[in-house]
């Protein structure tokens, strides 16, 4: 039990929603009468974290993520359950969270000191490298309410990783800061996890896979896996991208459609599992209706690998006859920047005709291009004629993410881009 650090029991926080502001008064008057409505933030909470692990917390907006580790760090009272932690904490939370915005930089490292339980001798000795690791120059000496947020990040997790805590808990704030700030924090935590114990919170799935070792998934306040983190975010990217579990499949296979656009006549965008709009256009004599991403064994998969063999399945419904059918897609980075544009054309491959009111599906394969991690919009498009003079039947913008790792130690060369064929599964 003496290498447990933090232990959650059954740990609850409920908040009272009211209608209206005078709900509240009126159930403050009358005892016997209730007017509220008991939302569950966290509901049931219990883990352990033994001393010298990492563990990540996922999950996707209002899962209860953040409530949990202010209740861990007690930011917030629990309604119900136990927390214990044994050693010294230090948090990173909130942006500008436990700061004092009309005092100094330097004001506000000794304050924040001293709120962790260490002296004003044992921050002196840490105060220089709090600021060489934060290094915001001068600005050191001024007012935090005139820090940007890469600022106040950079003086934030420089004061938590350096007071010396054996458990540091960080809330997805590294996400403000530069790339090169962010990889200095990545090479402290690493040197950290060695002595201490690490609770961490990220979207970023690639660090949760390199730094984590097991991970919890919240959804809807309560924890709904635990494990080891490689399968967990497989089926957690899986779940944000198609808005399914596991048990929601049966051999690989969907039950429920995720339907990428909807046939419409009167609109030019649909929301997608996220409420984000895709948008599409063409003259919808045939559209698109199912769009996944599979590897070679026919397996659904929410990620794939530089060099993997993938395949983008496409399931259509043809209006009315398409004598001269043609499929292509492009891959882009996340700023739009086109990487990859093909079609059928392009590469010699010839679709059979798409005859009226029948239902298509295609399966292209292709190896995934030498291309860093990370993510990478695909729009889809379905167009009839010749490449001379074609016109657009059905196009999709960001019909899927591909969610790119590089798990490779080292690789001679680049990888390059083939398509192997298209096929037509059934008519």
């Given at each position: 039990m003496n290498d447990i650090t933090i232990d959650v029991k059954n740990v609850t926080k409920a908040y009272k929603l009211y209608d209206k502001p005078m709900d509240r008064v009126k159930e403050t008057l009358l005892k016997n009468k209730c007017y509220h409505k008991d939302f569950y933030a966290v509901n049931g909470v219990s883990f352990s974290v033994k001393r010298g692990e990492t563990v990540g917390i996922i999950g996707k907006n209002g899962a209860g993520k953040s409530t949990l580790l202010k209740m861990i760090t007690g930011v917030?009272?629990?309604?119900?359950?136990?927390?214990?932690?044994?050693?010294?904490?230090?948090?990173?939370?909130?942006?500008g969270t436990g700061f004092d915005a009309e005092r100094s930089g330097?004001?506000?490292?000794?304050?924040n000191g001293r709120i962790n339980g260490l002296t004003r001798e044992e921050i002196?000795?840490?105060?220089?490298?709090?600021?060489e690791f934060a290094d915001i120059g001068d600005f050191i000496y001024q007012p935090i309410k005139t820090y940007s947020s890469g600022m106040l990040v950079r003086l934030a997790f420089a004061t938590a990783i350096n007071v010396k805590p054996e458990i540091l808990i960080v809330d997805e704030a590294l996400s403000v800061?530069?790339?090169?700030?962010?990889?200095?924090?990545?090479?402290?935590?690493?040197?950290?996890?060695?002595?201490?114990?690490?609770?961490?919170?990220?979207?970023?799935?690639?660090?949760?896979?390199?730094?984590?070792?097991?991970?919890?998934?919240?959804?809807?306040g309560k924890i709904y896996k635990i494990g080891e983190p490689m399968p967990i975010i497989e089926e957690y990217l899986t779940f944000m991208r198609y808005e399914i579990k596991k048990e929601d499949t049966v051999n690989g296979n969907i039950q429920n459609d995720f339907l990428v656009a909807e046939q419409k006549e009167e609109t030019n965008a649909v929301p997608d599992e996220n409420n984000t709009c895709i948008l599409e256009f063409g003259n919808r004599a045939a559209s698109f209706s199912k769009i996944t991403l599979l590897d070679e064994n026919h397996k659904l998969i929410s990620q794939l690998r530089i060099g993997q063999t993938v395949m983008i399945r496409m399931e259509i419904e043809a209006g009315r006859r398409i004598e001269y059918p043609?499929?292509?897609f492009n891959i882009k980075d996340m700023l739009g920047n086109e990487l990859v544009v093909t079609n059928t054309v392009f590469e010699k491959i010839e679709l059979p005709v798409l005859e009226a009111d029948k239902k298509y599906c295609?399966?292209?394969?292709?190896?995934f291009p030498c291309f860093h991690a990370g993510d990478y919009p695909m729009d889809i498009a379905l167009a009839e004629g010749t490449y001379q003079n074609h016109e657009q039947i059905h196009f999709v913008t960001d019909a899927l993410i591909l969610?790119?790792?590089d798990d490779?130690?080292?690789?001679?060369?680049?990888?390059?881009?083939?398509?192997?064929?298209?096929?037509?599964?059934?008519r």
């Open positions: 917030l009272t629990p309604t119900s359950g136990e927390i214990s932690l044994s050693g010294t904490v230090s948090a990173l939370l909130e942006l330097i004001d506000n490292i000794y304050l002196d000795v840490s105060l220089n490298s709090i600021m800061g530069d790339v090169r700030f962010q990889q200095k924090c990545y090479r402290k935590i690493r040197e950290f996890k060695q002595k201490g114990t690490v609770l961490f919170v990220s979207h970023d799935t690639g660090a949760i896979t390199s730094f984590c070792d097991w991970v919890i998934w919240l959804d809807n043609i499929l292509g295609f399966e292209w394969r292709f190896k969610k790119c790792v490779r130690m080292f690789q001679e060369g680049r990888g390059r881009y083939i398509i192997d064929q298209v096929e037509l599964l059934q």
